[in-house]
Nanobody
Framework: QVQLVESGGGLVQAGGSLRLSCAASGRSFSMYSMGWFRQAPGKEREFVAAISWSGDNTDYTESVKGRFTIYRDNAKDTVYLQMNSLKPEDTAVYYC???????????????????WGQGTQVTVSS
């Protein structure tokens, strides 16, 4: 049984920073790519960032490039999302997810992900 638990969300002013964590339980965390997605009110869930099992490959949606950093600590079974220079449009519920198969390249489609956390709210005030 794979469980993903996000933490680190909260309320921050524009320009501020937050670090989200996603702790995984179950086996073989280090073998899978991981991703972060977000869903704003009234909008569909969207891809934010993903990282390969080794951490060597990362991918970001254009709107967060240069501001967000995804990284992982396989010894702790945890993936992180460091978010800097936050903007009000970053306000959303953020979800971490584990990719479905043993694919080396991190993917952007949510259909490539089999396990999801419960989400953590990030609110950026202007």
């Amino acid at each position: 049984q794979v469980q993903l638990v996000e933490s680190g969300g909260g309320l921050v002013q524009a320009g501020g920073s937050l670090r989200l964590s996603c702790a995984a339980s179950g086996r073989s965390f280090s073998m899978y790519s991981m991703g972060w997605f977000r869903q704003a009110p009234g909008k569909e869930r969207e891809f934010v960032a993903a990282i390969s099992w080794s951490g060597d490959n990362t991918d970001y949606t254009e709107s967060v490039k240069g501001r967000f950093t995804i990284y992982r600590d396989n010894a702790k079974d945890t993936v992180y999302l460091q978010m800097n220079s936050l903007k009000p449009e970053d306000t959303a519920v953020y979800y971490c997810a584990r990719q479905r198969g043993l694919v080396a390249t991190p993917r952007r489609s949510e259909y490539e992900y089999a396990y999801w956390g419960q989400g953590t709210q990030v609110t950026v005030s202007s």
